[in-house]
């Protein structure tokens, strides 16, 4: 009968630890969720960061080159033999480059 008694107690035991190990499995999957939706909320913002910070550069560099193109206008109209010179310069020397191949 110590026996039986003994066998249930370690039962009853064996039965709370299982139900706690299940708890603390739960609460676990729940951590790891919460976990998973954290760093898919952080990676969403750290490209919505970079998708910004791209669209900010490419129109800093849109407006810079729209810039340089109307200097570049605005010099070919003031000096225009010097730019048919230039662009005279700059295609000899680049074919030269390219006939010695």
Same mark, same amino acid.
Request: charged share 30%; hydrophobic share 50%; proline share 1%.
């Given at each position: 009968?110590? *026996?039986?008694?003994?066998? =249930? *107690?370690? @039962?009853? &035991? @064996?039965?709370? &630890?299982? =139900?706690? !190990?299940?708890?603390?499995?739960?609460?676990? #999957?729940? $951590?790891?969720?919460?976990?998973?939706?954290?760093?898919?909320? %952080?990676?969403?913002?750290?490209? $919505?960061?970079? *998708?910004?910070?791209? #669209? $900010?550069? =490419? &129109?800093?560099? *849109?407006?810079?080159?729209?810039?340089?193109?109307?200097? !570049?206008?605005?010099? %070919?109209? =003031? #000096?225009? @033999?010097?730019?048919?010179? !230039?662009? @005279?310069?700059?295609?000899? %020397?680049?074919?030269?480059?390219? $006939?010695? #191949?």
């Amino acid at each position: 009968m110590a *026996t039986s008694a003994k066998e =249930a *107690t370690a @039962f009853s &035991e @064996f039965e709370a &630890e299982m =139900a706690a !190990i299940r708890n603390d499995l739960a609460a676990l #999957r729940e $951590d790891m969720a919460a976990i998973a939706r954290t760093a898919a909320s %952080v990676a969403s913002e750290q490209k $919505d960061r970079a *998708t910004e910070a791209l #669209r $900010d550069k =490419a &129109e800093e560099l *849109t407006e810079k080159g729209e810039e340089l193109v109307n200097h !570049i206008g605005q010099e %070919v109209e =003031a #000096r225009p @033999f010097a730019a048919v010179a !230039i662009a @005279f310069g700059l295609g000899f %020397v680049v074919g030269k480059l390219l $006939d010695r #191949r």
